[in-house]
């Protein structure tokens, strides 16, 4: 009950922030009672879990926003530089590194970090989950993008995800 609870407050404060609507009396209950119908469709469906809901994640996951906006930042002008150059310097590679991930949760974070960065896309997650596919825009040396992504993504998601 708690974390339907939870969705709920989520949901009611994201409609508020997202609509601007306070002073009209119609469209706020409207506002309430769909965000009320979306958290008992949830609850019928039984999809309101630890991971449809995870409020376990609590403030940690503000703390990793900020770092993948830089990191999000930093890529796209990794990848303008690339592209504007005379001779484009791209080298597409498929390269396969194993995950340190140990929830579903964590793992589906780690490949759309991966995705939403310019210049990598995640491609297919092993059968086990213990491998993500990536495909990297420039990788000469799959060694220091394996190593890459482990310095950076993996041990934050690692830290945030599973404490």
């Given at each position: 009950m708690g974390r339907a609870l939870g969705l709920l407050v989520v949901l009611a404060a994201t409609w508020l922030l997202l609509s601007g609507i306070y002073d009209h009396a119609l469209l706020f209950w409207l506002g309430a009672a769909s965000c009320l119908l979306c958290v008992l469709i949830a609850w019928r469906m039984d999809v309101v879990d630890h991971e449809g809901t995870p409020l376990e994640l609590g403030w940690r996951i503000i703390v990793y926003w900020p770092w993948l906006f830089i990191e999000i930042v930093k890529a796209n002008i990794d990848v303008i530089r690339r592209l504007l150059r005379a001779n484009p310097?791209?080298?597409?590679?498929?390269?396969?590194?194993?995950?340190?991930?140990?929830?579903?949760?964590?793992?589906?974070?780690?490949?759309?970090?991966?995705?939403?960065?310019?210049?990598?896309?995640?491609?297919?997650?092993?059968?086990?989950?213990?491998?993500?596919?990536?495909?990297?825009?420039?990788?000469?040396?799959?060694?220091?993008?394996?190593?890459?992504?482990?310095?950076?993504?993996?041990?934050?998601?690692?830290?945030?995800?599973?404490?």
């Open positions: 310097d791209i080298s597409p590679t498929l390269v396969r590194s194993r995950t340190m991930q140990r929830t579903d949760l964590g793992r589906v974070i780690y490949a759309n970090s991966i995705t939403l960065t310019p210049g990598t896309l995640s491609i297919d997650v092993s059968d086990d989950a213990s491998t993500l596919y990536v495909h990297a825009i420039d990788a000469p040396d799959t060694d220091a993008i394996i190593a890459d992504i482990k310095a950076s993504f993996e041990r934050r998601i690692e830290r945030v995800f599973n404490p």
